[in-house]
């Protein structure tokens, strides 16, 4: 606060003092400016902090970046106090840290999470776990380059492939670069360099929103849980964009198909998660359907504001090997976790049958169906249309032929 605004509390004190002759009310009132003007200058010695700014303990001395602060906490601001329980937190995690890694190389522990539960990671004293569907029922991923969104990407693709419910359709807007080893696993995989497979795929997600939506109003159900409740078995879809503005940019189609998402997939079992470097381009609209919200520690702070967290309300300490970020869901406010950077879990053993057939990859029955022989049987009783596995199935071998040709 400036001087000027103490002048006329001291005009008036002084005036008031000197003319009734009570000098002391002049005195008191000189003090009392002079006070509130040395502790607003006191207040403005210390700038605002970044999160994660260097912390500098010594005895009887605490020291942030090049600033020494006062030696009595009293005079301390809140924001000071943060930084130094997260410095703490940091230092005692990466023993933490290190032990939940090894655990998960070998599965990730999803707890009694039923319907696409993520494993994100960790905070400093337990491990997190996102359910998608109840918390979100979408995700956005929001981090400039080379702030670990990619290898956060992967990390969620790992989660979704060990639970192996769910059915997965990938578009990489950089080439391939992060989602390309996934193609196996997935529905199928398009990148900016195939515009002819991201109109194949975007009219298949489209169809299959209309087919399920169809379907559901035939047996009256609002939900995909209580469609399968009657004795069906529809997977849900879990659509993956990397570069998200990128994907919008490219169109009316895409942009038509993901804002079907967004506004309808809850319902119908279709979710998306889409990472993106800025939410630049990003309809509002959209956004306020993308209720999970990861964004990484060195976002903009103008896009975490757009996220709704409040970047100097809270910070977490980098650590070496981790990635870090906050995390906000529909149920819950933003709060700081780590992720492991370049993670790779061990490979998984073969299922076995147990009638006594070959062992088969953990997939679903639908895609080793797909990727089981070089050509489609032609030998085989066509399966009543009805059947929801089998509408999916011909969609399916439809997409994965046409681009062969």
Not at 106 to 114: C, I, N
Not at 356 to 381: H, I, K, T, V, W
Request: glycine share 8%; aromatic share 8%; net charge neutral.
């Amino acid at each position: 606060m400036q001087l000027i605004w103490y002048l006329p509390s001291l005009f008036i004190g002084l005036s008031v003092g000197l003319s009734s002759g009570y000098w002391q009310m002049a005195v008191i009132s000189a003090l009392m400016v002079s006070l509130m003007f040395g502790f607003s200058l006191y207040k403005n010695r210390y700038p605002v902090f970044e999160p994660g700014a260097k912390i500098h303990l010594s005895i009887g001395q605490v020291a942030i970046e090049n600033r020494v602060l006062p030696r009595y906490e009293i005079f301390w601001k809140q924001q000071w106090h943060e930084l130094l329980l997260s410095h703490h937190k940091s230092k005692s995690a990466p023993s933490f840290l290190e032990t939940t890694l090894v655990k998960v190389r070998s599965g990730f522990d999803l707890g009694p999470a039923k319907h696409l539960p993520l494993w994100i990671g960790a905070d400093t004293e337990s491990e997190r776990v996102l359910n998608l569907s109840s918390e979100g029922p979408h995700l956005i991923i929001v981090g400039p380059t080379g702030s670990g969104k990619s290898e956060f990407l992967k990390l969620l693709v790992h989660s979704l492939l060990q639970q192996g419910n769910s059915e997965l359709v990938l578009f990489d807007f950089k080439g391939g670069a992060t989602l390309d080893k996934f193609e196996e696993n997935s529905i199928g995989l398009a990148t900016d360099l195939t515009p002819l497979k991201q109109k194949q795929l975007w009219e298949f997600i489209s169809g299959e929103l209309a087919n399920r939506e169809q379907q559901f109003s035939t047996l009256q159900v609002a939900n995909l849980n209580q469609f399968n409740a009657l004795g069906n078995s529809m997977a849900p879809i879990v659509v993956i964009v990397d570069e998200f503005a990128a994907a919008l940019a490219t169109g009316a189609v895409a942009t038509s198909c993901l804002d079907d998402v967004c506004a309808r997939g809850r319902s119908l079992g279709v979710h998306l998660i889409a990472a993106t470097q800025s939410l630049t381009g990003i309809p509002r609209a959209m956004l306020t359907n993308l209720r999970a919200r990861v964004a990484m520690a060195s976002s903009d702070p103008i896009d975490l504001v757009q996220l709704g967290m409040n970047p100097n309300k809270f910070s977490v300490a980098p650590i070496v090997g981790w990635g870090c970020g906050y995390v906000a869901t529909a149920n819950s406010a933003a709060s700081g976790f780590y992720f492991p950077l370049g993670f790779m879990p061990e490979p998984k053993k073969e299922a076995w049958i147990q009638s006594g057939e070959q062992p088969l990859p953990a997939r679903s029955q639908l895609l080793r169906q797909m990727y089981s022989s070089p050509e489609p049987r032609q030998d085989l009783p066509e399966e009543p249309s009805s059947i929801p596995e089998s509408q999916l199935l011909s969609r399916m071998e439809g997409l994965r032929w046409s681009e062969r040709k």
